[in-house]
Structure formats: structure tokens, C-alpha cells
T-cell receptor, first 111, second 112 residues
């Protein structure tokens, strides 16, 4: 079964609003990453948070990690139409590069 | 910029054919990966390689094999394609001492 599960599966918001998506996982992790995928394309790395970190920022992105709850959230502030994409979390449970991806959240930002 | 290229964006093959998917990265990365992506299932790891001629099975290696004869190239082989291997195939690479995966654009394979 998938290590990472994102929720919601789909999210539709207006431009300028904030978008929050969540990821839950099952086992201890070394780090957790978020990736974006535009329709029919490869994934692009957004941000990595290590297991000993609780929060990380990158531009309009804010990621939190709660290892006690085995969950992470990705917040995109002041969303733009160009943020329309699918977002995936990926966890590296064993430090062996055997990443496990979730099923993704489809975000649609309406202009 | 890191560049990961895949040999085809779209590929149509017939059941039973031998299929080769090629992935090339230009940044001397040690680690390379093959995933398949299906609706509702996310990305699933097929095989990965952490060095030339080294390979490790991922979560779904059945029906696939891989080859890494040179550091920059990682090939995925479908020995006898079947319709349930119709999918989007994504290649990725990671440099040493990093965790960031760099993905290729993907190959959408249809097996008829």
C-alpha cells in the first residue's frame, strides 16, 4: 500500500486564495518531499523537510511536518493560475532512496 | 540546469513485443530510477540503480528488467509487453549526497 496519502484528492480555489494539502504516511521517515506535476509532464521538486524539522518555507510555499502524527502539510499562499497542477508527497523511509509517493492532490486555481 | 531526457514522449506497441525505454541524465548522477504512474495509484517504483551495473528491485519489478551499462543511461526493458503495462513511465535521477529527484518528461506507453 502507498506510504503517502494526500488529501484532499482534488481542490479548486480562486486566484489569490491559499491552498492547503495534507500528506499522511505510515512508517518512520528520513525526510519528506513535495513535488509538483503539470498535466502529462514529469515531476518537479518543490521542497524537502527532514525528520528533525517542523516547518520550512520557500517563497510562497510553507511545509510543516508532524512526526508524532506522521503527517505533513503544504500551504501555497496567494495562489496563481500557474499553480494549477498535481502535488505529491514522497517519503524516504529507510534512507535507501526507495521513495514512496502518494496518490496526489489535484489543485485547480481559477483566474 | 539538470537535464533528464527520455527517448520517447509517446509509444505504441503490440502485446508480446520487446520494449526499450531509455533515460539519459547529463549531470553525472549516481542514482537513477524508473517509476510507472497510473491514475489513482500515484507513482510506483519499478527499479532503481545506485551505480553502473548495479540495480535494485522496487515495489513492482515483475515483467520488467533494467540495464545500466553507463552512468548516464538507465534503460527499462519490457521483455514481452502486455496490456496491463500501458502506463506513464517516469525516469528520475539523484546526485550523490542529495535527496532531490530530477524527473524526465515521461513516456506514455500504450500496449495494444
Amino acid at each position: 500500500s502507498q506510504q503517502g496519502e494526500e488529501d484532499p484528492q482534488a481542490l479548486s480555489i480562486q486566484e489569490g486564495e491559499n491552498a492547503t494539502m495534507n500528506c499522511s504516511y505510515k512508517t518512520s521517515i528520513n525526510n519528506l518531499q513535495w513535488y509538483r506535476q503539470n498535466s502529462g509532464r514529469g515531476l518537479v521538486h518543490l521542497i524537502l523537510i527532514r525528520s528533525n524539522e517542523r516547518e520550512k518555507h520557500s517563497g510562497r510555499l510553507r511545509v510543516t511536518l508532524d512526526t508524532s502524527k506522521k503527517s505533513s502539510s503544504l500551504l501555497i499562499t496567494a495562489s496563481r493560475a500557474a499553480d494549477t497542477a498535481s502535488y505529491f508527497c514522497a517519503t524516504d523511509a529507510s534512507g535507501t532512496y526507495k521513495y514512496i509517493f502518494g496518490t496526489g492532490t489535484r489543485l485547480k486555481v481559477l483566474a | 540546469d539538470v537535464k533528464v531526457t527520455q527517448s520517447s514522449r509517446y509509444l505504441v506497441k503490440r502485446t508480446g513485443e520487446k520494449v526499450f525505454l531509455e533515460c539519459v541524465q547529463d549531470m553525472d548522477h549516481e542514482n537513477m530510477f524508473w517509476y510507472r504512474q497510473d491514475p489513482g495509484l500515484g507513482l510506483r517504483l519499478i527499479y532503481f540503480s545506485y551505480d553502473v551495473k548495479m540495480k535494485e528491485k522496487g515495489d513492482i519489478p515483475e515483467g520488467y528488467s533494467v540495464s545500466r551499462e553507463k552512468k548516464e543511461r538507465f534503460s527499462l526493458i519490457l521483455e514481452s509487453a502486455s496490456t496491463n503495462q500501458t502506463s506513464m513511465y517516469l525516469c528520475a535521477s539523484i546526485p550523490r549526497f542529495s535527496y532531490t529527484q530530477y524527473f524526465g518528461p515521461g513516456t506514455r506507453l500504450t500496449v495494444l
